[in-house]
């Protein structure tokens, strides 16, 4: 959960509210910061959502407030990670968090399949794809 600034210092993971438009607020979208230059980036795995949801928005969006968390499960499992660690999670540890979490939504996948919930299946496969790619680029990131 940590990256080298440009400045050469280290960045560390925190959970922040991103204000878009001056008007809405999103809460808990994973930021790296540096502590040295102040200089802030969205974690690139989940920049494809964010970035949608705000153009889901639009220009001229109406004052209201989003938690990230409801829309990303990568942002939903570091709120969780964050809450269970209250400083910076372990990398062991949200690749746990990750895997269980993969294993639950597949379950529930089979479960909505069984009902035939087309709806239910869409949003599960949604949030394992958002996993999945997560997961993959989490581990060739620390890989040697
Ligand atoms: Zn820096």
Redesign the pocket.
Known sequence: MLKT???G?T?RMKLRTVIYSSKVEIDNVPVYT?K??S?SEVYTVVKTDLTGLIGKLGAQPEKQTFRFDDWNEWANLLVEAFDVHKKQPDPALIDRLAGERIDMLLDLYSLAEKIGDNEWKNDISKRLTQLSHTASIHRSAIAP
Do not use: G, K, V, Y
């Open positions: 600034c440009s400045c210092e960045m540096c040295a230059c200089r």
